[in-house]
Structure formats: C-alpha cells, structure tokens
C-alpha cells in the first residue's frame, strides 16, 4: 500500500488527511473574509501548506519563508527582522477565530501551526464528510460472476418613484437614497449570530438528500414569459460597453425567486449587446410574451439609464422609467427595476417572493463595478479575465454573495474547458460554500455549486440542491436542466430526459451552446438527439456533437468534418480532442489517435480536470480505435470520477470492443451498486 492510499484510508479523527483534502480545506480558508483581503497571509498559508504536502516539512524555516514568499533579500537576518514571526502569529489568530466560528459539516480538515513551528500540521476534524464512494478497484476485487447475473438582516424595500398607471414614466433620484446606500458594519455579536443561522441554514441545503428519498416537483402554473435585453451604450465607448450586459444579467438574478414568472436566462440574451433590437422578433427568437430593453449613457461619474417593459401581444408599454444618478449609485437600479416589473405585470407574490426582492446587502462601489465586469466577461467565454476580476471584487468586499457565486462559475468553467484542473476546483468549490453562507436564498449559487458537484464526482450532493431550488421556483429552467444533467450521470437516463425536456419548455434557449441532451444519445435515440442540438450554433462543443451523433448513425464521412471543424476552432477543448482522436480512427491512423488521447490523459491527470462524462467519452474512442488497456484504464477513471450510467454501460454500442475483457465486468459492477446507491436513495 502506497502513502496515498494509506492517507486515502484514514478516517479516524486526528487521523493524518490526504492531500485533495487538505487543499480543498485550503481553498476554503483562503476564501474566508479574514484571509480574502490579506495576501500576505494567503502567500504564508500557501507557501506553508504546499511544502509540507509535498514532504518538505523540514525545510519550511523562517529564513526560507522570508525569502521565498516575502521577497527579502539572501541577507535576511531572522535576528534582526521579525517579520515572519509577525505573521505567523497573525495566521495563528486567524485560523483559531476561523475555526471556532466554522460552519459544521463543511471542514473537514484543521490546519494549525504549532508553537515555535512554521510548518502546519493536518487533522481531520470531520471523518464522515470526508468518507469517500467506493473506488471501483474495491468494488472490482470483490465482485464474482454472479452477482451480474442479467447483465443579515435585508434592507427595506427602495420607494418606487414611478407613477401608478402603465407607461408611466419614473425619475430615480440619487439625493433621496444616498443615506440608504452607506456601508455599514455589524457587530462582532451579531456577525456571530447571523454565521450561526446561515449555517444552519447551508448545513440543511448539503444534508437534504439525507432527509428524504423519494421528490414530486411542486405542481407549476404556466408563467408569464419574459426576456431582459442588454442595455444599449448609447456613447459607444468600449470601457462603458460591459454595464449593457452586465445589468441586465443583474436584473434577470433577482428575478429568479419569482414562480410565475419564466425569465430568460443571461446565455439566451447575450447575443442581443450592440445589436439594434426589433421587438417581435426578439420576443419570437426567444419565445417570450414580454420584453425589457433599454439604454444607458455614461459620462464620467454620471450614469443615466432608461427602460421599458413590453407587452409583445398587445405592443403596450406596461412600464417606462429613467435613472439618473452617479455612478457608484449603480448597485441600486436592479433592485428598482425588478421591483418595477413585478409591478407592471401585476405579479401576485408570496412572502418568500417579497423577501427575495428586497435590496441586496451594500456593497463597495468599485467592487460592484469589479463585479459587473467579470460577469461581462464570463459572458464572452473570457473565463480566465472574468476570475481576475471577481477576484478583484472579493478582495475588495468580501461580503457581496453574487461575487462569489459567479467566481465559483468562472472558476468551475476554467478547470473543465480550459483544463484549469483540481486547484481551481477546489476554489470553486470554497467560493459557492462562501456564496450560501453570505446569503443561503439565492437560486443561481446552488445552482452553480450543484453543476460543480455533479462534475466532480459528487452527484449525490448535488442532486439535493438542485431540488431544493426546484422547490423555490418549480418554473426554473436551468434548475431543471442541471437536475437532467446530473441524473445522466447516475444513470437515470429518462428522468433526464423529462427534465431537460421541461427545462426547453420553460425555455427553449436554456444551456444552447454550452450543453447537449446526452441522455437520449445514451436511449440510443440519435435522430432525436441530433434534431436536439441548435442548428444555429457554431460552438465547438455542439459541432463535436453533430459529429458525435453522426458517428453512432456511422454517416462516418459527415462524423470526420463535424470532428475536423470542432478541433480546428478550438484544439484545447477536451471534447474536440476526442472527436479528432475518433477522426484518425476513420481515416485508418489509430496510432495518431491514440497518441492525441494518450497527451489528452497525461494534461488531465496533471492538473486534476474534472468531468467525467467527458473522460468516458475518452474511453470510447480508446474502444473503438483499438487500445482495450487504455479503454479499461480510462472507463475506470470515469467510473470512479463520479459517472456511473450502468444502463448505458450494459447497452453503449462504443465499447463493444472491451466487453469481453477480464476486468470490463468487474466495472460493470462498481457502475451498478453505486447507480443502485443513487436510484435506492432520491427515487
């Protein structure tokens, strides 16, 4: 037994951690208000925790952390300068008070440093939230033949200064809620009080899946459909261009807690910025009955924006209004035109509805703007500027919940797209946990987190988010979709379907170009799966689709260009790598195939990417080009990442080459219990 496996093994409190989860509980910390705004501390934790993981505990002295992270020059005199002494009793302090406030459930490992000591030592604080599924190797041994027999408390609402009647017109005045907008800081006790709430709160959303086992959505009434166009930067000025976006998004958010009401999401819009907006289109392209469009003007400090709410059938105007007001203002006006919305369509709310629309926290100005930017950015597929500026925002002000949420996105995106890997996962992962703990209401950060846990292996986490946010808004399509997701990869192949079915229902758009309706590949069903992909998307990720779909009709010749075009737009995408590698298998080059999978597993291994559906699809290609070692190595990678479709195992024609091989059964297996796991638990 390996040191790895031995760490993997250990579960007893005080036992020693494995790596992953000593760097997950890093990630964590460092995402904790009282380390987001010190660097010097994050670099002290960091440098510190990497060394002594890495069997370097010897070497981690103060000299070395002098030089090393701090900068100080080889002449460094630990006798003369105490800096790292400093320091390291800040991190001290630091970490007993992150401790002793912690969420329960949530850590699982405690880092400390012990007096007179720069090097950390690792405990688990936690045994059974760190108690891995099964592997399939401890499956697989066991296995015999027979058992595969049939194989803070809200603000007040703002006062509305529009009129009463439609096409009304409202004029936001800045001078009346410049006291409402000042930041303010609660006490140490109520800071206490208010963490324990939230997390209790947090603690029931990542625990519900143990409260329950069987889930009716809640009975749904058709909403009133409605898309938020980009606001149009009527100065034309690149530096501006990100508000147009960007506040639309805003408003979109905080609508999200509305039932009756089936708003758009972000991704079906973007294609509107810059573009001059012909109402009956839009409204027929994104199959809606009320449009929100809008412009705004910025000139230096000063920001004026004007909006109005359509009601496509009838070309009435339900609601006009114009903003005026310095910039640093700006947080307020998607509180006032969500407020204004529900107002113009005359939306009975709940109570629950009531409080979600209530004024965000207050948040720093320039961090707001941080904000928006980074959400404008995640937008055009920029995820690596998109975190630079949510990491910006945090460490700014810390406290904003949708900061988080959208660095958890980004981050999330960056690890499985742009072969980011684990670290970044861990991140994300820290962030979402922060984003719930600041505010446990909001429907986008647990969507968000859900989608994260399903590609990490940790579906049956994500699994009860999904539902619990199903339970706020039972009309949410992207709530709907990840829930469809998430059961493919459990093997709950046509409630995925039902789901992603009801999700373009409420929305045709949802998730367009960023995800595909595998499911009823996995049924077999490729006329249907193809007519599902948008045949007016040029993604590489839908074009690796097309072919891939095309492939299992063996139209090979239509398969090879789909494959070529997927990789020539993007060569770094996991998905186009594979499509190529499948391409050389048809032009007969399987060696060329096999060496662009081979380089494709060694970047995944390295940087720790998730996702693995993807990995299966790895595993295919390996099948159907020929390297049966490869395949079986790849397959239980997947398996063990967390995908664990059994039907589509048993049935999937791409792995015909590997059925017959000693260990295929023995994955078949360890697919099977867990999968029986998963459907014994949430059906």
């Given at each position: 037994m390996t040191d790895d496996t031995?760490?993997?093994?250990?579960?007893?409190?005080?036992?020693?951690?494995?790596?992953?989860?000593?760097?997950?509980?890093?990630?964590?910390?460092?995402?904790?208000?009282?380390?987001?705004?010190?660097?010097?501390?994050?670099?002290?934790?960091?440098?510190?925790?990497?060394?002594?993981?890495?069997?370097?505990?010897?070497s981690v002295k103060e000299y070395v952390i002098a030089v090393e992270v701090y900068g100080r020059p080889e002449s460094y005199d630990p006798t003369v300068e105490s800096l790292v002494r400093v320091e390291a009793g800040r991190l001290r302090s630091k970490l007993r008070d992150y401790y002793h406030s912690a969420l329960d459930g949530l850590d699982t490992v405690r880092i400390d440093y012990p007096s007179g000591r720069y090097s950390p030592d690792f405990t688990f604080l936690n045994p059974k939230a760190s108690e891995p599924p099964a592997t399939v190797s401890e499956i697989a041994t066991s296995v015999r033949p027979a058992d595969l027999a049939g194989t803070d408390e809200s603000q007040p609402p703002m006062q509305s200064h529009s009129g009463p009647q439609p096409q009304s017109?409202?004029?936001?005045?800045?001078?009346?809620?410049?006291?409402?907008?000042?930041?303010?800081?609660?006490?140490?006790?109520?800071?206490?009080?208010?963490?324990?709430?939230?997390?209790?709160?947090?603690?029931?959303?990542?625990?519900?899946?143990?409260?329950?086992?069987?889930?009716?959505?809640p009975v749904s009434v058709a909403p009133r459909s409605l898309a938020i166009l980009p606001f149009q930067n009527l100065k034309g000025d690149v530096e501006s261009d990100f508000l147009g976006f960007s506040l639309a998004d805003a408003v979109i958010t905080k609508l999200g807690v509305v039932q009756s009401l089936a708003v758009r999401p972000s991704s079906a819009v973007e294609k509107y910025r810059r573009l001059p907006v012909d109402v009956q289109s839009a409204a027929a392209e994104l199959h809606v009955n009320t449009l929100l469009t809008g412009n705004f003007l910025r000139d230096g400090n000063?920001?004026?924006?004007?909006?109005?709410?359509?009601?496509?059938?009838?070309?009435?105007?339900?609601?006009?209004?114009?903003?005026?007001?310095?910039f640093d203002r700006v947080l307020?006006?998607?509180?006032?035109?969500?407020?204004?919305?529900?107002?113009?369509?005359?939306?009975?709310?709940?109570?629950?509805?009531?409080?979600?629309?209530r004024p965000d926290k207050q948040i720093d100005p320039r961090a707001y703007e941080y904000y928006l930017r980074g959400v404008d950015l995640y937008s055009q597929n920029?995820?690596?500027?998109?975190?630079?500026?949510?990491?910006?925002?945090?460490?700014?002000?810390?406290?904003?919940?949708?900061?988080?949420?959208?660095?958890?996105?980004?981050?999330?995106?960056?690890?499985?797209?742009?072969?980011?890997?684990?670290?970044?996962?861990?991140?994300?992962?820290?962030?979402?946990?922060?984003?719930?703990?600041?505010?446990?209401?909001?429907?986008?950060?647990?969507?968000?987190?859900?989608?994260?846990?399903?590609?990490?292996?940790?579906?049956?986490?994500?699994?009860?988010?999904?539902?619990?946010?199903?339970?706020?808004?039972?009309?949410?399509?992207?709530?709907?979709?990840?829930l469809g997701y998430a059961y493919r990869f459990a093997g709950m192949i046509q409630e995925s379907v039902d789901e992603c079915e009801r999700a373009r229902e409420l929305d045709p758009g949802v998730k367009r170009s960023s995800s595909t309706l595998n499911a009823y590949l996995y049924l077999g069903q490729y006329d249907k799966f193809l007519a599902s992909l948008p045949s007016d998307v040029d993604a590489p990720l839908i074009i690796f689709y097309r072919g891939f779909g095309e492939y299992h009709k063996k139209n090979l010749d239509e398969a090879a260009k789909h494959f070529d075009s997927a990789y020539e737009l993007r060569p770094s995408l996991l998905h186009a790598r594979v499509g190529k590698a499948l391409n050389y298998g048809i032009r007969q080059q399987?060696?060329?195939?096999?060496?662009?999978?081979?380089?494709?597993?060694?970047?995944?291994?390295?940087?720790?990417?998730?996702?693995?559906e993807a990995l299966y699809k790895i595993a295919e290609a390996y099948a159907v080009i020929g390297d049966k070692p490869a395949a079986l190595r790849?397959?239980?990678?997947?398996?063990?990442?967390?995908?664990?479709?059994?039907?589509?195992?048993?049935?999937?024609?791409?792995?015909?080459?590997?059925?017959?091989?000693?260990?295929?059964?023995?994955?078949?297996?360890?697919?099977?219990?867990?999968?029986d796991s998963f459907k014994a638990r949430f059906f």
């Amino acid at each position: 037994m390996t040191d790895d496996t031995a760490h993997l093994n250990c579960r007893k409190e005080g036992d020693f951690p494995p790596p992953d989860e000593v760097r997950r509980q890093l990630s964590r910390i460092l995402a904790d208000q009282r380390f987001a705004r010190s660097p010097r501390l994050q670099d002290f934790l960091r440098f510190t925790v990497e060394k002594s993981l890495a069997g370097e505990r010897e070497s981690v002295k103060e000299y070395v952390i002098a030089v090393e992270v701090y900068g100080r020059p080889e002449s460094y005199d630990p006798t003369v300068e105490s800096l790292v002494r400093v320091e390291a009793g800040r991190l001290r302090s630091k970490l007993r008070d992150y401790y002793h406030s912690a969420l329960d459930g949530l850590d699982t490992v405690r880092i400390d440093y012990p007096s007179g000591r720069y090097s950390p030592d690792f405990t688990f604080l936690n045994p059974k939230a760190s108690e891995p599924p099964a592997t399939v190797s401890e499956i697989a041994t066991s296995v015999r033949p027979a058992d595969l027999a049939g194989t803070d408390e809200s603000q007040p609402p703002m006062q509305s200064h529009s009129g009463p009647q439609p096409q009304s017109a409202a004029v936001f005045d800045p001078a009346a809620a410049d006291s409402a907008v000042q930041p303010s800081i609660p006490g140490e006790g109520a800071n206490r009080r208010g963490v324990r709430l939230l997390s209790l709160a947090l603690t029931g959303l990542l625990a519900a899946g143990l409260t329950y086992y069987a889930f009716r959505a809640p009975v749904s009434v058709a909403p009133r459909s409605l898309a938020i166009l980009p606001f149009q930067n009527l100065k034309g000025d690149v530096e501006s261009d990100f508000l147009g976006f960007s506040l639309a998004d805003a408003v979109i958010t905080k609508l999200g807690v509305v039932q009756s009401l089936a708003v758009r999401p972000s991704s079906a819009v973007e294609k509107y910025r810059r573009l001059p907006v012909d109402v009956q289109s839009a409204a027929a392209e994104l199959h809606v009955n009320t449009l929100l469009t809008g412009n705004f003007l910025r000139d230096g400090n000063d920001l004026q924006l004007t909006s109005q709410l359509i009601d496509v059938g009838t070309q009435t105007i339900l609601w006009k209004g114009t903003f005026r007001m310095r910039f640093d203002r700006v947080l307020t006006v998607h509180d006032t035109v969500a407020q204004e919305i529900v107002k113009g369509l005359q939306l009975s709310l709940s109570p629950k509805e009531e409080q979600g629309l209530r004024p965000d926290k207050q948040i720093d100005p320039r961090a707001y703007e941080y904000y928006l930017r980074g959400v404008d950015l995640y937008s055009q597929n920029d995820f690596g500027m998109a975190i630079r500026m949510l990491r910006t925002s945090v460490q700014i002000d810390p406290n904003y919940s949708l900061t988080w949420a959208h660095l958890g996105r980004s981050l999330t995106a960056n690890a499985s797209f742009e072969l980011g890997g684990r670290e970044q996962y861990y991140e994300a992962q820290a962030a979402y946990e922060k984003a719930l703990l600041l505010q446990p209401t909001p429907i986008e950060a647990r969507i968000f987190m859900a989608n994260l846990l399903t590609d990490t292996g940790q579906v049956e986490r994500g699994v009860p988010l999904l539902r619990d946010a199903l339970k706020t808004n039972p009309n949410h399509a992207e709530a709907h979709w990840e829930l469809g997701y998430a059961y493919r990869f459990a093997g709950m192949i046509q409630e995925s379907v039902d789901e992603c079915e009801r999700a373009r229902e409420l929305d045709p758009g949802v998730k367009r170009s960023s995800s595909t309706l595998n499911a009823y590949l996995y049924l077999g069903q490729y006329d249907k799966f193809l007519a599902s992909l948008p045949s007016d998307v040029d993604a590489p990720l839908i074009i690796f689709y097309r072919g891939f779909g095309e492939y299992h009709k063996k139209n090979l010749d239509e398969a090879a260009k789909h494959f070529d075009s997927a990789y020539e737009l993007r060569p770094s995408l996991l998905h186009a790598r594979v499509g190529k590698a499948l391409n050389y298998g048809i032009r007969q080059q399987p060696q060329k195939g096999i060496e662009l999978l081979e380089e494709t597993e060694t970047t995944i291994a390295a940087r720790g990417v998730g996702d693995p559906e993807a990995l299966y699809k790895i595993a295919e290609a390996y099948a159907v080009i020929g390297d049966k070692p490869a395949a079986l190595r790849a397959l239980r990678s997947s398996i063990d990442g967390g995908f664990f479709s059994y039907p589509y195992l048993v049935r999937d024609p791409l792995l015909n080459g590997i059925r017959t091989e000693g260990n295929f059964k023995g994955l078949l297996a360890a697919a099977l219990q867990r999968h029986d796991s998963f459907k014994a638990r949430f059906f």
